[in-house]
């Protein structure tokens, strides 16, 4: 079945540092895929997002782009600051049905001051 | 707009008894809302699918009889914790397709269950 795999954590930055967090998917077809962060205590809120292959989605200064070849949508920052540390899900949206969305196991970001 | 509430965003629980968790859809129909529970340093476990006016659909090894699952109208889904136990302490999100946003999700702030 369709599977998120995302790099462990926890990954801790300077502010000001570049970020990257990788993910890689496994699924049939072109799935869609999404960014989600979670601040302590919330739920989850849509960071950014691409649907089809060599898209790049953007907000709030991160970047995803969408690479069919490598089946990766690694996100990356250039300038993190302390109001970003928070837990990074990457995400796609399987078919059929429902269409929900397959998580993978998060990652969290520490930014010192 | 697509905003989806949830509450109580905590509830502490007495072994046994059981407990509703609701989400509503504020300004847009939810035809179809996800349930999903949230271990600590884990991922988001997706637990069902509700559809409205129909019968949940379970992942593999969630118990339906324990989570019971209601969408009985196209703004509020409920998530019954039912004989709650100390296992069952989590963090459970509630999540709406939002059909006007070419498939786009919504999420609901979440609701922290202790049971002691």
């Known amino acids: 079945g369709n599977s998120v795999t995302q790099m462990e954590g926890p990954v801790t930055l300077s502010e000001e540092a570049f970020l990257t967090i990788n993910c890689t998917y496994t699924?049939?077809?072109?799935?869609?895929l999404f960014w989600y962060v979670q601040y302590p205590g919330e739920g989850l809120q849509l960071l950014l997002k691409?649907?089809?292959?060599?898209d790049k989605g953007s907000n709030k200064g991160f970047e995803a782009t969408y690479r069919k070849e490598t089946t990766s949508f690694h996100l990356e920052k250039g300038s993190v600051q302390v109001s970003d540390s928070a837990v990074y899900f990457c995400?796609?949206?399987?078919?059929?049905?429902?269409?929900?969305?397959?998580f993978g196991t998060g990652t969290l970001l520490a930014v010192q001051p | 707009g697509a905003v989806v509430s949830q509450h109580p965003s905590w509830v502490i629980c007495k072994s046994g008894t059981s407990v509703k968790i609701e989400c509503r859809s504020l300004?847009?129909?939810?035809?179809?809302m996800f349930w999903y529970r949230q271990f600590p340093k884990k991922s988001l476990m997706l637990m069902a699918t509700?559809?409205?006016?129909?019968?949940?659909?379970?992942e593999q090894g969630v118990e339906k009889d324990k989570f019971l699952i209601n969408h009985a109208s196209l703004t509020l889904s409920t998530l019954t914790v039912t004989s709650a136990h100390p296992e069952d302490s989590s963090f459970y999100i509630c999540?709406?397709?939002?059909?006007?946003?070419?498939?786009?999700?919504?999420f609901g702030s979440g609701t922290r269950l202790t049971v002691v």
């Open positions: 995400a796609l949206r399987d078919g059929g049905a429902t269409n929900k969305l397959i």
């Open positions: 999540s709406a397709r939002v059909e006007a946003a070419n498939y786009g999700y919504t």
């Open positions: 300004d847009f129909q939810a035809t179809t």
């Open positions: 699924a049939t077809g072109y799935p869609s």
């Open positions: 509700s559809n409205e006016g129909s019968k949940a659909t379970y």
């Open positions: 691409a649907t089809k292959a060599d």
